[in-house]
């Protein structure tokens, strides 16, 4: 069973950049799928961005579009989310979680396994 453990997070300034990694163990990504997450208090969890297995085909949600990068390094067995130009609402617990199937929807959650604990990314006004 693999395990992801996420890290890069911290506190910034609005318009600086913070680079995200999901680590994986007891397993390799180079066959899954992964998406990232975020999840703050009081707001409901979104679905940021997917790496495919399949073809390597990315997709974004419409409020990082643009400024976020999904990409992945199979060799260190590691998936990046690459933030710039960040933004007070992109405050938030960050997550990545592997796809259950070979086709899913990037934007859902229960389409997801194998959550890492997170990693916090505040963005000061």
């Known amino acids: 069973q693999v395990q992801l453990v996420e890290s890069g997070g911290g506190l910034v300034h609005v318009g600086e950049s913070l680079r995200l990694s999901c680590a994986a163990s007891?397993?390799?990504?180079?066959?899954?799928?992964i998406g990232w997450f975020r999840h703050a208090p009081g707001k409901k969890r979104e679905g940021i961005s997917c790496i495919s297995s399949n073809d390597g085909a990315t997709e974004y949600a419409d409020s990082v579009k643009g400024r976020f990068t999904i990409s992945r390094d199979n060799a260190k067995n590691t998936v990046y989310l690459q933030m710039n130009n960040l933004k007070p609402e992109d405050t938030a617990l960050y997550y990545c979680?592997?796809?259950?199937?070979?086709?899913?929807?990037?934007?859902?959650?229960?389409?997801?396994?194998?959550w890492g604990q997170g990693t916090q990314v505040t963005v000061s006004s």
């Open positions: 007891g397993g390799t990504l180079d066959e899954k799928s």
């Open positions: 979680g592997v796809a259950r199937f070979k086709f899913y929807v990037c934007h859902s959650p229960l389409d997801f396994s194998s």
